[in-house]
């Protein structure tokens, strides 16, 4: 797969949170980059949430946006292949982009081995886990609403419409994403949402009677993934709300804009035709 890096001509990067992100006053720790093992990028340790806009020519703005959540376990976020290479995508489209960076739990300060092996220490220990989603999920929440009330109240200024503003998230991401589209008030409502290969967002939520159109993608060769699309296809069914789901025979978790070799590698021409059919595409 590849993008067409002459589309993003520039970027903008908005305080999601002005006057400070509520519930997380107290963080000391210092948002970093780093490089993993196997080569992407990432920013961790993210305490001042920030939406980097992303906006297309006037000439072919289509006045849709999207609010593109990138994943990263929940402790840090992969903002290249799951979120500016996106961007680059839609843009190329006539649409906005908006790159959410999302409050994420606590790392220390080291390499991308070092960080690579935190991660999967803290995601090897369940309890432990659990405990520190138990504080997460409210603020993640909490960013996902503001990030979609904030491109609504300036949508005027970036020349968007107000009604065709969504959100899509990569399995942490998702799990804003499906959070978001679950629970919100007419100022935060997505118009539609994209799940991709989305992690539970946790707790029993249950699906709004206006809940925005769905769109969910995964391999089937990812469990969590797999189960977890499959339950949110059969909730937005049973509550007769429009929903559409893509599970390929193979592409594993985390697979974004990279080109595997395997069906999963146009998955987002997928996306974009599914956007055409709800009207919110060209």
């Not at 196997?38 to 939406?51: A, M, R, W």
Request: hydrophobic share 40%; with cysteine.
């Amino acid at each position: 797969m590849t993008t067409n890096p002459t589309t993003q001509t520039h970027s903008t990067v908005i305080p999601l949170w002005p006057n400070g992100a509520p519930g997380s006053e107290d963080w000391t720790q210092q948002e970093a980059e780093a490089v993993l093992p196997n080569g992407l990028p990432v920013v961790h340790n993210v305490t001042e949430p920030t939406l980097t806009a992303y906006l297309p020519d006037a000439a072919t703005a289509t006045g849709t946006a999207v609010i593109v959540c990138p994943g990263g376990a929940f402790h840090f976020l992969a903002t290249a292949h799951e979120g500016t290479e996106v961007a680059q995508w839609l843009n190329a489209r006539g649409i906005a982009a908006f790159m959410l960076k999302y409050r994420l739990l606590r790392t220390a300060a080291g390499t991308g081995e070092e960080l690579n092996q935190q991660v999967r220490a803290t995601l090897g220990d369940r309890p432990k886990m659990g405990a520190l989603m138990e504080m997460l999920r409210p603020l993640i929440l909490a960013d996902g609403q503001q990030a979609v009330r904030l491109v609504r109240a300036r949508a005027a200024e970036w020349g968007i419409t107000p009604d065709r503003i969504g959100i899509m998230g990569f399995s942490a991401g998702g799990a804003v994403t499906s959070s978001v589209a679950m629970q919100y008030d007419a100022d935060c409502r997505p118009d539609f949402a994209a799940v991709i290969y989305g992690a539970p967002p946790g707790g029993d939520l249950a699906v709004p009677a206006d809940a925005p159109p769905l769109f969910l993608l995964c391999a089937n060769d990812d469990e969590m993934a797999a189960t977890r699309s499959t339950q949110l296809f059969a909730d937005w069914r049973a509550a007769s709300r429009s929903v559409e789901m893509h599970i390929y025979a193979q592409g594993g978790h985390g697979f974004g804009m990279r080109t595997q070799g395997t069906p999963s590698d146009h998955w987002i021409e997928r996306f974009g035709e599914w956007l055409q059919g709800q009207g919110f595409g060209s």
